[in-house]
């Protein structure tokens, strides 16, 4: 257990940081679930809006720290390439 004041603090903070990005975690994998679903439903239209929605959020969850850019751009890279694949 912490015992200095600085530690202290440190431990609330890191509860508190844990909570936010668990909750944006989360909230991007909600949106990249809707595109898969879009997708397993065949309907391009919707996946292509869906992917719309959840390409913005990913590359937030880079700026907030929550995922790598590399992983983010692979996960978006993949979903648009299975998004295009639908028309074929």
Known sequence: MANTPSSKKRARTNAVRNDINTSRR???RGFIRKVEEAISGGD???????LKAAQPE???GVTK???HKRTA???VSRL???VKAIAN
């Open 44 to 50: 391009q239209t919707v996946a292509k809006d869906a």
């Open 58 to 60: 990913i590359m937030r």
């Open 26 to 28: 989360t909230r991007i």
């Open 80 to 82: 648009a390439a299975r």
């Open 73 to 75: 751009s692979r996960k």
């Open 65 to 67: 720290g929550v995922f």
